[in-house]
Structure formats: structure tokens, C-alpha cells
Nanobody, 116 residues
């Protein structure tokens, strides 16, 4: 019943941009902290960006000033605008919904490839 569906991944050249979307169904979206995580081959999943129900944001140091997380509660959707992409940004990006650190939901991921 709960669905988080990511979209917007693809192949981009270094320096390019992508905008990821995560559409949520089956949750009271406005109550959740939303986050974007990524996982590269052989690496652990890491937090890229998060946005609380109140709009506070957090970013991994590696993406500060390049990525922007936002949310549209009316559309139950969170976004990750990724600019100036670097090869090290290549990963599967996952959407996460977190209710008071008690309930967690994950999307299936969308692949971002950064290559010349």
C-alpha cells in the first residue's frame, strides 16, 4: 500500500544536471521527513540530502552547493535537483520517508550515471 516511486535518473555528462522526483502514496506525506540516499557499487548507502516536515534541510558535505532537496506536500512529492554532477555522484539514488525515526519506507531506486 505504501509506494515511493523515484524517477528522473539517467545518463549525464560531468557538469550536467538531473532532477530526481519521488512520488509517495499511502502515507501522510506532510508528516514525514523525506530523504535521498545513494549507493554506489561496493559502497554503503549514504544520506545525500534530507528535508523535514518543517522544511529544514541537510546535505552531505560532498553535495553541498550542488544539490537541492525540496518538497511539494500538495503533490506528495520530493525532489532532488542535482547540478554540476561529478563522476563520483554516480549511484543508485533511493527515496526515503521517515516518520519520527519510527517508520521507514524506501523506494526501489533510480540509477544516475555520470560519464563522458
Amino acid at each position: 500500500q505504501v509506494q515511493l516511486v523515484e524517477s528522473g535518473g539517467g545518463l549525464v555528462q560531468p557538469g550536467g544536471s538531473l532532477r530526481l522526483s519521488c512520488a509517495a502514496r499511502g502515507i501522510t506525506f506532510s508528516l514525514y521527513t523525506m530523504g535521498w540516499y545513494r549507493q554506489a557499487p561496493g559502497e554503503q548507502r549514504e544520506l545525500v540530502a534530507g528535508i523535514t516536515s518543517g522544511g529544514s534541510t541537510t546535505y552531505a558535505d560532498s553535495v553541498k552547493d550542488r544539490f537541492t532537496i525540496s518538497r511539494d506536500n500538495a503533490k506528495s512529492t520530493t525532489f532532488l535537483q542535482m547540478n554540476n554532477l561529478k563522476p563520483e555522484d554516480a549511484a543508485v539514488y533511493y527515496c526515503n520517508a521517515d516518520l519520527a525515526r519510527a517508520r521507514y519506507y524506501w523506494g526501489k531506486g533510480t540509477l544516475v550515471t555520470v560519464s563522458s
